[in-house]
Nanobody, 119 residues
């Protein structure tokens, strides 16, 4: 079984920054993690979960238009961890952030980490 643990969320003012982390353990860890494309997703209240950014096994990245130029996804295969650096945060970035494979096939999802952008 695979476990995903997201962390790093919090309350931040508009224009601020946060760095999210997602640690994978279980059957995806070890030598397997590096072969998987991973993604960061978010779900705002009353909205469907959406893909924010993804990173391939080779390090290629893609971003939703809404976060392009502000967010950066990265990975450390030695630590089985994926990161999301979020800069210039806006109130509309408020959501619970999750990580998963890309496409998302790990069940259940992790608990997520709450990001709230408010003055």
């Amino acid at each position: 079984q695979v476990q995903l643990v997201e962390s790093g969320g919090g309350l931040v003012q508009p224009g601020g920054s946060l760095r999210l982390s997602c640690a994978a353990s279980g059957s995806i860890s070890g030598t397997l993690f590096r072969f998987y494309a991973m993604g960061w997703y978010r779900q705002a209240p009353g909205k469907q979960r959406e893909l924010v950014a993804d990173i391939t096994s080779g390090g290629g990245t893609n971003y939703a238009d809404s976060v392009k130029g502000r967010f950066t996804i990265s990975r450390d295969n030695a630590k089985n961890t994926v990161y999301l650096q979020m800069n210039s945060l806006k109130p509309e970035d408020t959501a619970v952030y999750y990580c998963n494979k890309r496409p998302p096939s790990i069940q259940p999802w992790g608990q997520g980490t709450q990001v709230t952008v408010s003055s």
